[in-house]
């Protein structure tokens, strides 16, 4: 029972494993440790209890094990020997939790980190006991987080390859006192549930595809969901074939496009080079500046065909120039036979 005036030891017995007598004593090394049973040395450890003694009128009693995220906290008014109380309050860091009231209890029965402060309560005597108002002793509670939220991590990459494997693992650690506690993990893409609530923190892809990119998140919580968490998203994004095989096309291309230039001395001037699409026209946006890597492989694919398509017009106007060169030369030959 905490009070300012308490003095506290923790005592331990402890049982040899051998057939020697077990002995209880005060071990100094292990005051104030709150780790659950272990072996040390041959011998078997119970769990420390910490023993407080008051001489207060009222006292505020509060659980001596840790408390955890969803844990349920009560609290106790206590008077001395048990004594009737009257308008019972509660309060946290100096601020009362309700009006006055004959409850000598306080609850809460999913408890948060924002529920950690400074308790204590005060309430009048009936007889036999004073008759005035007592107040307690404040106690500190403070409310452990039970996991960290869960950190999202791709294996072996956030960029896996086409048509290669990865693995989203929904990382987070329990406390040693809370180890044997069951978490259940579930997988998000683009606000849509692809795992559904699972024992495992695993979500594989056999064979990655352009489908798969997107923005993911897990989520961790207890079986009964009084406690979970989300992860912060991660951007998964699938890279398709390599980009540098489109450059042996494009060059083709442009070669293709430079040979018509070259003419016999009688003909005409080359026909000016055709303009390519740029970046200030607003109906097309160059491939090399798509912000989306997945469709580069298309953009490089349509700027071949564009390729091809300006290499046949160039020789259809270098075509339609000779044979309008021709013309002009028969024209201009046929009026000088009849003079």
């Known amino acids: ?65 840790p408390i955890f995220e969803g844990d349920p906290l009560v609290l106790r008014c206590q008077a001395w020997q048990d004594w009737p109380l009257a308008q019972v309050t509660f309060y946290r860091d100096g601020s009362a939790l309700g009006p006055p009231g004959p409850n000598r209890e306080f609850s809460i029965a999913v408890a948060k980190e924002a529920d950690s402060g400074h308790y204590h309560c005060s309430g009048i005597f009936r007889s036999p006991g004073p008759g005035s108002t007592e107040t307690a002793s404040s106690v500190t509670i403070t409310v452990q987080e039970l ?108 070669q293709k496009s430079a040979a018509p230039e070259t003419t016999p001395k009688e003909s005409p001037k080359p026909v000016p080079p055709l303009s390519t699409p740029s970046s200030e026209d607003p109906g097309f946006s160059p491939p090399l500046q798509v912000p989306d890597p997945h469709l580069y492989h298309q953009m490089g694919a349509l700027l071949k065909q564009l390729q091809d398509m300006r290499a046949l017009l160039g020789h259809l106007v270098m075509e339609l120039r000779n044979l309008s060169f021709h013309l002009k030369l028969e024209t201009t030959k046929g009026p000088a036979k009849y003079e």
């Not at 506290?8 to 090394?29: A, K, N, W, Y």
């Not at 040390?40 to 119970?46: D, I, R, V």
């Not at 420390?48 to 207060?56: A, E, G, M, N, R």
């Open 1 to 65: 029972m905490p009070s300012s005036a308490a003095r506290f030891e923790t005592l331990q017995c402890e049982r040899p494993v051998s057939t020697r007598d077990g002995i209880c004593h005060i071990d100094e090394d292990l005051r104030g440790q709150r780790e659950a049973d272990s072996q040390l040395k041959g011998y078997t450890f119970s769990q420390p209890f910490h023993l407080i003694v008051s001489y207060d009128w009222l006292i505020l009693q509060s659980p001596a094990k």
């Open 147 to 254: 996991f960290p939220a869960p950190v999202l991590r791709a294996t072996p990459s956030a960029k896996p390859k086409e048509g290669g494997p990865v693995t989203l693992s929904c990382q987070t650690k329990l406390p040693l006192q809370r180890s044997a506690t069951r978490l259940l993990f579930s997988f998000y893409k683009d606000g849509k549930t692809v795992r559904s609530t699972g024992l495992s923190s695993e979500f594989q892809i056999l064979k990655a595809s352009e489908a798969h990119s997107g923005s993911y998140w897990c989520e961790a919580a207890t079986e009964d969901k009084q406690v979970w968490k989300q992860s912060s998203k991660l951007e998964i994004r699938v890279q398709g074939p390599s980009s540098s095989a489109a450059s042996p096309t494009l060059n083709s291309a442009s």
